[in-house]
């Protein structure tokens, strides 16, 4: 190979290790938490965590933030694990089942006949250029024996200073989570 060749490879060869890699992150519960399965709880109240609803905009593997009142800008070096309705959905399974121990929750649907279910919509769930995190939610919960709406309620949860990264804006998405989820508990 000639020398120059040689140089060429080697030099991109380390402008791509120097490249920071992408990074792909996922919201969490309580550390650890996990829904436990329905045959786990045929004494227990089972709870079914339904498909999140979100905005086609958001609903997506890129982490977005908002930069003024018409653009949303994707992260350029981390992304979702999973499209962001299916981690919602996952983080809140997580920390209800840590706030609900005695109940089985589960994603998928139960087998048995008798159960409840959480039906979740987020309207809006953005960091800004400010720093200032909020998710918008409501939600209903049924039951299925008899067919019938226990609660609908709605709530608007803001967090400020979260950092402009993608960590500390994961972190403070898993907490603002956690936070909607203690404020749906009672209603369970």
Same mark, same amino acid.
């Given at each position: 190979?000639?020398?120059?060749?040689?140089?060429?490879?080697?030099?991109?060869?380390?402008?791509?290790?120097?490249?920071?890699?992408?990074?792909?992150?996922?919201?969490?519960?309580?550390?650890?938490?996990?829904?436990?399965?329905?045959?786990?709880?045929?004494?227990?109240?089972?709870?079914?965590?339904?498909?999140?609803?979100?905005?086609?905009?958001?609903?997506?593997?890129?982490?977005?933030?908002?930069?003024?009142?018409?653009?949303?800008?994707?992260?350029?070096?981390?992304?979702?694990?999973?499209?962001?309705?299916?981690?919602?959905?996952?983080?809140?399974? *997580?920390?209800?089942? $840590?706030?609900?121990?005695?109940? !089985? +929750?589960? /994603? =998928?649907? @139960?087998?048995?006949?008798?159960? %409840? &279910?959480?039906?979740?919509?987020?309207?809006?769930?953005?960091?800004?250029? *400010?720093?200032?995190? $909020?998710?918008?939610?409501?939600? !209903? +919960?049924? /039951? =299925?024996? @008899?067919?019938?709406?226990?609660? %609908? &309620?709605?709530?608007?949860?803001?967090?400020?200073?979260?950092?402009?990264?993608?960590?500390?804006?994961?972190?403070?998405?898993?907490?603002?989570?956690?936070?909607?989820?203690?404020?749906?508990?009672?209603?369970?």
């Amino acid at each position: 190979m000639k020398p120059t060749v040689s140089l060429l490879l080697a030099s991109l060869a380390l402008a791509g290790c120097a490249a920071p890699g992408l990074r792909t992150y996922v919201l969490t519960g309580p550390e650890f938490a996990t829904a436990r399965p329905a045959v786990e709880a045929l004494s227990t109240t089972i709870i079914e965590v339904r498909p999140v609803l979100l905005p086609d905009h958001l609903d997506s593997r890129d982490i977005l933030r908002r930069v003024g009142a018409n653009e949303l800008v994707a992260s350029h070096n981390g992304r979702w694990g999973d499209r962001l309705s299916v981690g919602i959905r996952l983080a809140i399974a *997580a920390d209800l089942q $840590a706030r609900l121990p005695q109940d !089985s +929750i589960v /994603t =998928t649907s @139960p087998i048995q006949p008798d159960f %409840r &279910r959480l039906n979740l919509t987020i309207t809006s769930f953005e960091l800004d250029q *400010a720093g200032t995190l $909020a998710v918008d939610a409501s939600w !209903s +919960i049924e /039951t =299925t024996r @008899p067919p019938a709406i226990l609660a %609908r &309620r709605r709530a608007r949860i803001v967090v400020t200073g979260v950092a402009m990264d993608d960590r500390a804006q994961v972190a403070a998405m898993s907490g603002l989570l956690d936070r909607l989820a203690s404020v749906i508990t009672p209603g369970l």
